[in-house]
């Protein structure tokens, strides 16, 4: 791990009883850097925060913060800044006083967390508000509340858990941006867990993607959508739609896929293929053009068996000749668009095809 890391967490390993949560589990991040630990429930993404908070211990593996073990330093001597779910906000106490409480705790002198406080509810753009009660606050505004009070403190590294997950979706997706823009402009390197897959690519440098206590893929948000490792990658980040074929010819860097006896296509061969193998293909909606049925060569065939507006695109699933089904998302403004019933040619560019072995479905 590079020096300039600012945390680090390495090949940790954790049991409760007979069950194992984490195997092996290793990551590092950058200052001002901000990864997203994503994944179902029971992923064990709680549990690697929990340790990092130092709420957990590991059985094995260390946690490091600017490059020095935090294996035995208590929660409170770690230098993290921490917003949860649940705002925990006290109700009796000014929104000025909650931001401040941290820092009254740590004995800090009156003026100075004055200082910060004013800082800190200024940068969440919450100034004005500083002696309502959390009862006078809508909850986005309650959770910024909890994020300033967090970076009172001056962490070296800020932890949220599922923080938006209480809020509806209008709100979350405007906290979304909120967020990102606090933690840019405090430039704090950040450990954000989420099960909402939409909000780690919206907001992250880095997505951990957790499957069974390990993890699955790490990268970039469009790495992890655009080229996923895994037939679990490739269904937990984004939509797709998955179809069961076969390898019917190889030729060069191509290999011919039969869908159905009516249907086959040409994608991008992988070492893997053989002749007759057997595969799941993935495609990603916005990846598949709609037009005419008999319009343009070598287009797939199928009929339309649901439709739905949902503003600037409209949600198609077309049917293939074999009964299976392709999702497509053609924009609202684009002059075809075909009704249920319709009989249409999907077209789809053989590198937009992702294709898995069958081993490698979860």
Same mark, same amino acid.
């Given at each position: 791990?590079?020096d300039?890391?600012?945390? #680090?967490?390495l090949?940790l390993?954790k049991?409760f009883g007979?069950?194992?949560v984490l ?5 590092s991040?950058?200052? /001002? ?5 994503v994944?179902?429930?029971?992923c064990g993404?709680?549990?690697t925060?929990n340790?990092?908070? /130092? !709420?957990?211990a590991p059985?094995v ?6 490059g020095? %073990?935090m ?5 409170y001597?770690r230098?993290?800044?921490m917003v ?5 906000l !006290?109700?009796?106490?000014t929104?000025?006083?909650?931001v401040g ?6 004995h800090? =002198?009156? =003026? #100075?967390?004055a200082?910060r406080?004013g800082?800190?509810?200024?940068m969440?753009k919450?100034?004005?508000l500083a002696?309502?009660y959390p009862?006078?606050l ?5 959770q910024?509340v909890?994020i300033?009070?967090a970076?009172t403190?001056r $962490?070296?590294v ?7 997950s209480?809020?509806d ?12 823009r ?7 390197t950040t450990?954000y ?9 919206t907001?992250s ?5 957790m499957n069974r206590?390990?993890? #699955?893929?790490a ?6 959508y655009?080229a996923?490792?895994?037939?679990f990658?490739?269904? !937990?980040i984004?939509e797709?739609s ?5 390898v ?9 896929v039969?869908?159905? =006896?009516?249907?086959?296509?040409e994608?991008?061969r992988a070492p893997?293929?053989? $002749? ?6 993935a495609?990603?909606p916005q ?12 287009s797939?065939e199928g009929?339309v068996? %649901?439709?739905? !507006?949902?503003g600037s ?11 299976? #089904?392709?999702?497509?998302?053609p ?10 019933g ?6 789809i560019?053989? $590198?937009r095809?992702?294709a898995f ?6």
């Amino acid at each position: 791990m590079s020096d300039c890391m600012s945390l #680090e967490i390495l090949n940790l390993r954790k049991s409760f009883g007979a069950a194992t949560v984490l195997s092996d589990i290793s990551m590092s991040a950058g200052r /001002g850097e901000f990864i997203s630990l994503v994944g179902p429930s029971g992923c064990g993404k709680t549990t690697t925060l929990n340790i990092v908070a /130092g !709420f957990e211990a590991p059985d094995v593996g260390d946690v490091k913060i600017d490059g020095v %073990s935090m294996l035995g330093t208590p929660s409170y001597r770690r230098k993290l800044g921490m917003v949860f779910q649940s705002h925990a906000l !006290f109700p009796h106490m000014t929104i000025a006083e909650n931001v401040g409480f941290g820092l009254a705790m740590q004995h800090v =002198p009156k =003026p #100075e967390v004055a200082e910060r406080v004013g800082e800190a509810l200024a940068m969440v753009k919450l100034g004005a508000l500083a002696d309502r009660y959390p009862r006078q606050l809508s909850g986005g505004q309650q959770q910024r509340v909890g994020i300033a009070r967090a970076l009172t403190v001056r $962490p070296k590294v800020l932890l949220m858990d599922e923080p938006l997950s209480s809020l509806d979706a209008k709100l979350r997706r405007e906290m979304q941006v909120e967020i990102r823009r606090i933690q840019q402009e405090v430039g704090i390197t950040t450990l954000y867990v989420t099960h909402d897959q939409e909000e780690a690519l919206t907001m992250s440098d880095c997505i951990v993607l957790m499957n069974r206590g390990h993890i #699955e893929q790490a990268g970039r948000p469009e790495e992890l959508y655009k080229a996923p490792k895994s037939l679990f990658a490739a269904s !937990f980040i984004g939509e797709s739609s998955f179809l069961d074929a076969n390898v019917e010819a190889l030729s060069g860097e191509a290999a011919l896929v039969r869908i159905d =006896p009516a249907t086959q296509v040409e994608i991008a061969r992988a070492p893997w293929m053989h $002749p007759n193998a057997r595969l799941q293909l993935a495609v990603r909606p916005q990846s598949v053009g709609i037009r005419s049925a008999g319009a343009g060569e070598g287009s797939i065939e199928g009929v339309v068996v %649901s439709r739905a !507006f949902v503003g600037s695109v409209i949600r198609y699933v077309i049917a293939l000749p074999g009964g299976q #089904e392709v999702q497509a998302q053609p924009s609202a403004q684009q002059d075809f668009l075909p009704e249920i019933g319709d009989r249409v040619g999907l077209s789809i560019e053989r $590198p937009r095809w992702m294709a898995f072995a069958p081993e490698k479905a979860p």
